[in-house]
Structure formats: C-alpha cells, structure tokens
C-alpha cells in the first residue's frame, strides 16, 4: 500500500514540474551519478550516524535561501553559510567529497545542488527512513550573501511566522508539520534550548508547554549555567530512527525544541499530527512516509535553476 502511494506520488511530482526537473537526469551525462553520492554518505553516516541528520539539515537551509541552488556551500566573509541563522548547520565536507569523485569521472556534469538534495535522500535511507527518486537538473546559484538568510524558520518563530515564511516558499502547513518531522533524526545544543527551560516568554521560567515529566530531564541535560554546546536528541527516544516518534513527542510536551512544541498549540498543525495516530490510520492513512517523501520532493523544487540559469560549479565552495 506505501509502495503504491508513493509511487502515485512520484508520478504526480513529475507532472507538476513543468519539465524543469526529471528523474534519472543524468543517466545518460553521468549514469554513476547518484551512486557515487549515496557511497560517500554511507560512509560519512558510518563514520558518525549524526551525519544523516547534518546532510538532511544542509538540504533545508539551501533551499530556503535562494532556492535549492547549493548558495549555501559557498565559502567566502559574505557569504550565505556564514548567517546567524545557519549557525551548527554542517556536512560541507561530505559534499565536496561527493562532488570531487564526481568531477574525476563526469567533469562539469553534477551540480552541487543536486548532490546536497541527492545526499539528503541518502541520509535519510541510512537513517532506516524511505528511500525515493530525486527529480535532478539543477543548475548552481551565483548569488550567496548572508544577509539573504534572514527570513529563516527560527526556533522562537510563533506558529504563525512559520505558517508565514512556508507560505512564501510554496509550502503549505501540512509541509511545515512533515519537514518539522525531520526533527526525528539528529541532536541540537542546549543554546537552542535553555530560553525555554530558564527564561520562557511571556512570564520568565520555563515552557507550560513542556510535560512535567520531560521538563527535569531536559534541565539535568542543560542546567542553568552549563555548557550551551552541550548537544542532546531532539526526538527523545528514536533520534536514530526516521520514523514518526517525533509528533509522538510532539503530541506529548516532549518535544526538545519550541517551535516543534508550538505544533501542537495551533488547531490546524495539531489536527494534521493527529491524523497520523487516529484509530484508522494504520490502514487508511494519511501515512507519514509517504507524505513527507512528498514534501521534500516538493520542497527539493523551491526556487531551482535550470537550463542556462546559474552554473555548474567545480568545486562546491567556490563560485566558477
């Protein structure tokens, strides 16, 4: 039944992409392509298992800025990676690694771009997560400018900012609970954390939103004048696992950050995460899987160049 909604919607993407992007786009230029990618990444992932969740993180925050066009790879004072709102974001290494194999074997083929949306599937998969078909044919942005990073998602955002700045991107709120999701893998440090645990706005203390038998824990792991690099999951109990523990915990005031937890303060996103746990949903759906496959695929679109736009970049960090 997942196999066959997931390939219904493939088919559907396809349609509604106009062409800009196709799967299997380089089976012809480049045919080791994606094989080459997905082989750095397992050993990047076996290397540190935290590495699926960097590489799915990266993914995001390129798409975000100007659009999935690997802007955020550039490294210069100015540039895009250098954003507050891109602080911890990593996995650079791993795609210069991917890229570099890449161009011993397909010069001037590969966009960065695709490898960042290509490694974020694979990281995913080595996650125990879905595996899918990267529609591919993007081409490198010539723009990166940290100033361009500031209508990121924020953990502080209200429920509303983040409604907002998906919106502006072509997503839609069921996106941002399903991308929230991606929350299921990985850790984040207690600097993102101790607002609400130690000074909570409005009020001073910490978060009402956090269960009273999660708010303890997550102290003992960040107290008060601690170390803010210190790092904890952010999906207690599964942060190894891409599964849906995470709006699990979400539905439970266990959730690590505050703009997770605010999912479950607002009617609408709080009715799409309870739709995944109704007593039905194990053989009508709506199925997690499937549905966040989708909207990666559809985030993996926001704001692509193709054709003669942008570039193809030698090396990832540098323009050409």
Do not use: W
């Amino acid at each position: 039944m997942v196999a066959l909604i997931l390939s219904f919607i493939f088919t559907l993407i396809v349609g509604l992409s106009e062409g800009q992007l196709r799967f299997n786009f380089y089976a012809e230029t480049c045919p080791a392509a994606e094989s080459i990618v997905r082989a750095v990444v397992r050993d990047a992932v076996i290397s540190n298992a935290n590495s699926a969740a960097i590489l799915l993180r990266l993914h995001f925050h390129d798409c975000f800025v100007e659009g999935c066009d690997g802007s955020i790879l550039i490294d210069n004072p100015n540039a895009e990676k250098h954003a507050f709102a891109h602080q911890g974001v990593g996995g650079f290494d791993v795609i210069e690694r991917a890229k570099a194999q890449l161009e011993a074997v397909c010069p001037g083929v590969v966009s960065c771009a695709d490898v960042v949306a290509l490694a974020a599937r694979d990281a995913i998969a080595f996650a125990r997560g879905p595996f899918y078909d990267v529609p591919t044919g993007r081409r490198d942005g010539r723009v990166s400018n940290l100033f361009l990073a500031n209508d990121m998602p924020d953990v502080h955002d209200s429920v509303q900012q983040l409604k907002g700045k998906f919106f502006r991107k072509g997503l839609t709120q069921k996106d941002l609970v399903l991308l929230s999701a991606a929350h299921t893998i990985g850790t984040t440090a207690c600097f993102f954390v101790k607002d609400r645990l130690y000074n909570f706005f409005p009020g001073g203390g910490s978060d009402p939103a956090i269960s009273p038998n999660f708010l303890p824990l997550l102290k003992a792991r960040c107290p008060p004048n601690g170390d803010v690099n210190v790092r904890l999951p952010i999906d207690q109990g599964s942060e190894r696992t891409f599964d849906s523990h995470i709006l699990q915990n979400i539905r439970s005031g266990f959730a690590v950050l505050e703009s997770d937890a605010k999912l479950r303060e607002d009617v609408e996103t709080r009715s799409i995460i309870d739709s995944y746990f109704g007593f039905f949903n194990p053989m009508f759906g709506p199925f997690f899987q499937p549905d966040f496959v989708a909207s990666m695929v559809k985030m993996g679109q926001i704001g692509v160049k193709t054709g003669f736009q942008g570039e193809i970049r030698r090396t990832c960090s540098l323009f050409n």
